[in-house]
């Protein structure tokens, strides 16, 4: 999952089920029928969403992160709050993963969620989260922020 970008608007099924957008799956072979993609981790994100990466990457974003956290009493509680919110996902063969129970309640998942290309991962939100992100800012910003403008 290198290089995702785009959002996807989606309802979540009656099993808690959503399907990975096309967009965000590499390349599936001619003839497979074996997902290319077996496992996602998720974890809880800033500002209510959840974020979903490849196990490899999440695995490698935490060992460099958490490696700068001090060893205080503050450092292990937030490497604990962090860590305590990691979920291995299986990812079925129609490209569904089962939104855990932790994080559909962390990110206040109804029906309609979001999701967002993030480069290395993608990000699930619930849609009014993510329209209330939206709003604060706009795209002048946005460019500006990278300094384009």
């Known amino acids: 999952m290198n290089d995702l970008y785009g959002s996807s608007i989606q309802t979540v099924d009656d099993k808690w089920r959503v399907r990975i957008a096309s967009k965000y799956l590499p390349p599936i072979p001619e003839g497979s029928t074996e997902p290319v993609i ?19 990457v999440l695995q490698e974003w935490l060992r460099k992160k958490l490696a700068m956290l001090p060893d205080t009493l ?14 291995n996902v299986d990812v ?13 309640g962390y990110a206040n998942i109804k029906r309609e969620i979001v999701t967002i290309g993030m480069g290395d991962h993608f990000e699930i939100w619930a849609k009014e989260a993510q329209d209330a992100q939206d ?15």
Not at 92 to 104: A, E, F
Not at 135 to 149: D, P, Q, R
């Open 38 to 56: 077996k496992r996602v981790s998720m974890v809880a994100g800033p500002q209510g969403c959840i974020k979903v990466y490849e196990p490899e």
């Open 74 to 87: 503050e450092g292990l509680n937030a490497k604990r709050k962090l860590l305590s919110t990691v979920e």
């Open 92 to 104: 079925d063969k129609q490209y569904r993963v089962v939104l855990p129970v932790s994080l559909r």
């Open 135 to 149: 709003e604060k800012m706009t795209f002048e910003s946005a460019f500006a922020k990278i300094g384009y403008l």
